[in-house]
């Protein structure tokens, strides 16, 4: 049974930092795409990124670019959000994902099949 479990998140101040992390059990982790998407209150869950199973290649959202940069320890199951200059709109519960994916980096939710409960992350003004 796979486990994705997310930690890290907090209350943070405008441009304040937090690094998530994303612990994976039950599967083979370094099989996997590992992905970051997240979701605000009324609003769709959307992509912020991911990282191929070596973490040779990486794709962001452009409304975090320069900000966030995602990366994984597959020897510890373990992958990574590290989020500077937080902003308020950066507010939302974060779920890591992960994607049996050979080729690309999946963009949309239905290209991950195993999701995390999510950790909450608030960005205060």
Avoid: H
């Amino acid at each position: 049974q796979v486990q994705l479990v997310e930690s890290g998140g907090g209350l943070v101040q405008t441009g304040g930092s937090l690094r998530l992390s994303c612990a994976a059990s039950g599967l083979t982790f370094s099989a996997y795409v590992l992905g970051w998407f997240r979701q605000a209150p009324g609003k769709e869950r959307e992509f912020v990124a991911g990282i191929d199973r070596n973490g040779a290649i990486s794709s962001v959202a452009d409304s975090v670019k320069g900000r966030f940069t995602i990366s994984r320890d597959n020897g510890k199951n373990t992958g990574f959000l590290q989020m500077n200059s937080l902003k308020p709109e950066d507010t939302a519960i974060y779920y890591c994902v992960t994607s049996p994916s050979r080729v690309t980096i999946p963009l949309y939710p239905s290209g991950y099949d195993s999701w995390g409960r999510g950790t909450q992350v608030t960005v205060s003004s």
